[in-house]
């Protein structure tokens, strides 16, 4: 594959290549972190501690609260390590750390598609795996830089936060409708952070670039699941 030359520099062959590196190290990163999320979303599953998280989390409207806000942190935490260190060990430390709260915070969610919707998790992998594929293939072979996502998507964020913090306060469902939303939230983000990869993100941070591409492949696949799930009038 050719790629793009990095924005920002004189446009010779030297930045060109340093790019592709980039991009390539980026790439190999994020299949590790996926793998490594399969790996242990599978060992969550095949102990039982997703079926005792999804216990837990059902005494109580205020531990999805909880969750959520532990999360957050975690990310925040991870992508400020990954964007700012210079070292790769740190980098990638922050990588591995965000992989693992990723896999915590699906355990229960992949519990309760195991039960009210088998096949789901295959058929939302497969889907998700898709739509990223197809939005890669765009962001590459466009000529277009989807930097200018970026406001919409710290706006929509936001609201999106907003709405589920409320459906957890006021107890209403947040069903198919705003599963297909959030689908395009997370596939425009996918959009956004694979445009960076290819234009603007520091070269010399390819486990930090994986960080943030792999949390928007993980949002569109917690979203795909939501929809499968919610599709089969179950998703209580």
Request: net charge neutral; aromatic share 14%.
């Amino acid at each position: 594959m050719n790629f793009p030359e990095y924005a920002g520099h004189g446009g010779g062959v030297p930045e060109a290549q340093t790019r592709g590196q980039f991009i390539k190290a980026a790439y190999s990163y994020l299949a590790v972190a996926v793998l490594l999320f399969a790996v242990l979303s599978f060992g969550l599953y095949a102990s039982g501690a997703s079926f005792a998280m999804l216990k837990m989390l059902g005494a109580s409207k205020w531990a999805w609260l909880g969750v959520m806000g532990a999360f957050m942190v975690v990310g925040w935490l991870a992508t400020n390590a990954a964007d700012n260190s210079e070292s790769n060990s740190v980098q990638m430390l922050a990588l591995g750390g965000y992989v693992v709260a990723e896999a915590l915070i699906f355990a229960p969610m992949l519990a309760m598609a195991s039960i009210i919707a088998p096949g789901a998790i295959q058929a939302a992998a497969i889907a998700t795996l898709a739509l990223v594929a197809g939005l890669t293939f765009t962001a590459f072979t466009s000529k277009t830089d989807f930097s200018f996502l970026g406001g919409f998507l710290k706006i929509g964020g936001l609201v999106a936060i907003g709405v589920i913090i409320a459906g957890v306060l006021f107890g209403f469902k947040l069903g198919v409708w705003f599963s297909g939303a959030m689908i395009l939230f997370a596939g425009a983000c996918v959009l956004y952070d694979t445009s960076q990869i290819i234009h603007h993100y520091p070269a010399d941070r390819p486990a930090g670039a994986a960080l943030h591409l792999f949390a928007s492949v993980a949002l569109l696949f917690w979203y795909v699941l939501r929809l499968i799930m919610s599709l089969t009038g179950n998703d209580d």
